[in-house]
């Protein structure tokens, strides 16, 4: 038979494990959000540095790309979503030499929860 100070940790460990698990999934969320954003800053600060627009354009629901434009839009970097987690896009950002940016868009990042 299991001793009473035994069964309190079995049962405050069941009912604190699912908000430890809704905890996680929020971070892992917060983590991904963070490195998209993280790139839309790196494609702002690279069309500065070069001189040139540079864009975030979505490839697929799991992949983007920053791009710049040479004559033609070029792949400067590629990115993968983690396994579960998609993107979605209403347009592409791009940023100008002086680090403005158009067209305004929103970024949708979605948790595979």
């Not at 500065?48 to 627009?53: F, H, Q, S």
């Not at 040479?70 to 347009?91: K, N, Q, R, V």
């Amino acid at each position: 038979m299991a001793s009473p100070i035994g069964m309190i940790i079995i049962v405050v460990a069941a009912v604190s494990l699912p908000s430890f698990l809704e905890a996680r999934d929020n971070y892992r969320l917060t983590a991904v959000s963070s490195a998209v954003s993280l790139n839309l800053s790196s494609a702002r600060i690279l069309a500065i540095t070069r001189n040139a627009d540079v864009r975030v354009y979505i490839i697929s629901s799991t992949n983007y790309e920053l791009q710049e434009d040479t004559g033609s839009w070029t792949t400067e970097e590629s990115h993968d979503l983690p396994t579960g987690y998609t993107i979605a896009a209403d347009s592409y950002a791009e940023f100008h030499y002086r680090g403005n940016a158009t067209p305004v868009t929103t970024f949708t990042i979605t948790d595979p929860n």
